[in-house]
């Protein structure tokens, strides 16, 4: 009898959670800008320092960021580039 090859399937969906003022978003999509614009979140509702979960497959990596920067990154698309290509980097 032959062996059948089992190959690993890579989930390539991102998962990102948000953890602001005892509240919990959580958000899915193809690429990190999708999952992050999935939140549902705007700068206004950002009140406090908040703790960012990102998994993509068997990878995960979990950063605090302060109130003035979260805000921003909500507020401004392109300073949200910023913040993608840094985890994007993390999560190789």
Request: no cysteine; glycine share 8%.
């Amino acid at each position: 009898m032959a062996k059948k090859n089992e190959n690993k399937v890579v989930d390539n969906v991102y998962t990102v959670t948000l953890r602001v003022s005892g509240k919990e978003f959580k958000g899915k999509g193809e690429s990190l800008l999708e999952a992050l614009t999935s939140l549902g979140l705007d700068y206004t509702q950002v009140k406090t320092k908040g703790e960012i979960i990102v998994n993509k497959g068997d990878k995960n990596h979990t950063r605090v960021i302060q109130l003035p920067k979260l805000r921003r990154y909500f507020a401004s698309k392109l300073l949200m580039g910023g913040l993608i290509r840094d985890l994007e980097t993390l999560l190789k």
